[in-house]
């Protein structure tokens, strides 16, 4: 078999249990779904899951690192850096792109444990922007943490109600909040030298 015929039945096969998670996540819960439900779903052998993941942890580890390589790609325009506004921007824009995805995943048959993923990823992305605390009152990464959570909770939110405004401006509302916590934080004392 030719290596192009391989990499199409390997990408279809993705496809075909990725959606199939994501429709049982939305139906049963994370939680509740086995292997043999996603890939009878999915209507692919168990032999091909266990091929191209571990577990049902893994397949949502690929899909996740998949969207965020994608909003990553998004934030960076041909190479350079957008603007922040900008960046907000994609970043919701990329978030509604994978709605269905991130919806089930966060919604209320979603994972804790990819709440938990989702909020320390952003935490991470937040943290390169951040300047370092520089007070025994700021622990090293409070208000990264603090971002991210909230960042996590805004795309759920903005998910449970159906994506009531456009991604413009849950972005401005989102960066207006991250603006009033980066705001706090800088006003956090130094410590004497």
Do not use: C
Request: glycine share 6%; proline share 5%; no cysteine.
């Amino acid at each position: 078999m030719s290596r192009s015929v391989e990499n199409v039945r390997v990408r279809r096969t993705r496809k075909l249990l990725r959606d199939a998670l994501i429709e049982l996540i939305e139906e049963r819960g994370f939680d509740r779904l086995t292997v043999g439900e996603i890939t009878e779903r999915a209507m692919v052998s168990r032999a091909a899951f266990y091929r191209n993941y571990r577990d049902k942890f893994h397949l949502v580890e690929q899909v996740f690192d998949d969207a965020m390589d994608a909003l990553l790609g998004a934030i960076a325009d041909g190479g350079e850096v957008r603007p922040a506004a900008e960046r907000w921007v994609a970043f919701f824009e990329h978030i509604d792109r994978y709605h269905r995805f991130y919806a089930a995943m966060l919604g209320k048959k979603g994972s804790s444990w990819f709440a938990a993923k989702m909020r320390a990823s952003l935490a991470d992305m937040v943290k390169e922007h951040l300047p370092a605390p520089s007070a025994p009152a700021a622990p090293d990464g409070l208000a990264a943490t603090v971002l991210g959570a909230m960042f996590t909770q805004s795309i759920t939110w903005w998910l449970e109600h159906g994506r009531p405004s456009p991604p413009r401006e849950i972005a401005a509302q989102s960066a207006h909040l991250a603006g009033a916590v980066i705001s706090a934080a800088n006003t956090w004392p130094t410590p004497a030298s």
